[in-house]
């Protein structure tokens, strides 16, 4: 299995406040993203990103931001938490394997009161 | 509008019969197809995946076709098996920035219940 860790695994808190999850990889991958689950839509795009300090939206970036300062860590930042942001969170790396596959974290799971 | 379409929410299949799920896509810039399996809790594994360029990729049990013209695959699971009851989800990749570098766009994803 590839090197993904997220944190925290499950978090309950409460609209309007901020919320940081972290991705981390030791594959030493270029390529980050994260993506969101909900029930009747599959996975859908948030943010990824190419390089150290190098990121672009995805398809629901409204209420995300991202940073990358390191290669091995990707954050993923909810700045004022809703209740539409309850969701599962996957973060993936790629490394441009033959079929550019993506390896998936274990998710973190997110629910906004 | 839905990119990569799935219409098939669960797939019922007996033990040591083949499985086959499909997919169907609208957009002629995606370069690579996946296929993706996930069980609950956790995150997507994985499977399978065609290039563009291709019409059949296979790998033990699994054999995914691709059918451009008709902007179609499918994924063939032969012999099924208890553990391959799962959600799997279609993709694609090149949809974003037509790279190799962004995201996937996934289906909604079929649930296949292997029945003893």
């Known amino acids: 299995d590839a090197g993904i860790t997220q944190s925290p695994r499950h978090k309950v808190t409460e609209t309007g406040t901020p919320v940081t999850l972290r991705c981390h990889q030791t594959e030493n991958h270029r390529y980050m993203y994260w993506y969101r689950q909900d029930p009747g839509h599959g996975l859908r795009l948030i943010h990824y990103s190419y390089g150290v300090k190098d990121t672009d939206k995805g398809e629901v970036s409204d209420g995300y931001s991202v940073s990358r300062s390191k290669t091995e860590d990707f954050l993923l930042t909810l700045e004022s938490a809703t209740s539409s942001q309850t969701s599962v969170y996957f973060c993936a790396i790629s490394g441009l394997g033959l079929y550019n596959e993506q390896f998936f974290g274990p998710g973190t799971r997110l629910t906004v009161l | 509008d839905q990119q990569v379409k799935q219409n098939s929410p669960s797939l019922s299949v007996q033990e040591g019969r083949i499985s086959i799920l499909n997919c169907d896509y609208t957009n002629s810039m995606f370069d690579y197809f996946l296929w993706y399996k996930k069980y609950p809790a956790e995150g997507p594994t994985f499977l399978i995946s065609?290039?563009?360029?291709?019409d059949k990729n296979e790998d033990g049990r699994f054999t995914v076709f691709l059918n451009k013209s008709a902007k179609h695959l499918s994924l063939h699971i032969v012999p099924s098996q208890p553990g391959d009851s799962a959600v799997y989800f279609c993709a694609a990749s090149g949809g974003y920035s037509g790279g190799g570098a962004d995201g996937l766009t996934f289906g909604k994803g079929t649930h296949l219940i292997i029945q003893p």
């Open positions: 065609i290039s563009s360029i291709k």
